[in-house]
Nanobody, 125 residues
């Protein structure tokens, strides 16, 4: 069974940085687009960032542009989310996702084939 294992979450002070990793197991996802979503307490899950199969195309939510960077290493079957200048508003459970497409879908929440179990990021003020 395909699983996505996220790691790298934790507690950090405002202004700090964290790097999340997502490593699928069970099969390779090197030919599929992948993404990160997050869900804060009492809020809906929202799109954060996405990357196409090759890593040459990326997209970000306006709220994280300039602070977060998504990347992938297909040889390691791993995706990353580097998060800098974190604020308390970034506190959420972060989920990685694999799309059923090679390119980033127009509607970011569509075409998600597999979800990770989530990793908690807490930013203290």
């Amino acid at each position: 069974q395909v699983q996505l294992a996220e790691s790298g979450g934790g507690l950090v002070q405002a202004g700090g940085s964290l790097r999340l990793s997502c490593a699928p197991s069970g099969r390779s996802f090197s030919t599929y687009a992948m993404g990160w979503f997050r869900q804060a307490p009492g809020k809906e899950r929202e799109f954060v960032a996405a990357i196409n199969w090759s890593g040459r195309s990326t997209d970000y939510a306006d709220s994280v542009k300039g602070r977060f960077t998504i990347s992938r290493e297909n040889a390691k079957n791993t995706m990353y989310l580097q998060m800098n200048s974190l604020t308390p508003e970034d506190t959420a459970v972060y989920y990685c996702a694999v799309y059923s497409l090679a390119s980033i879908p127009v509607v970011r929440k569509n075409y998600v084939e597999v979800w990770g179990q989530g990793t908690l990021v807490t930013v203290s003020s």
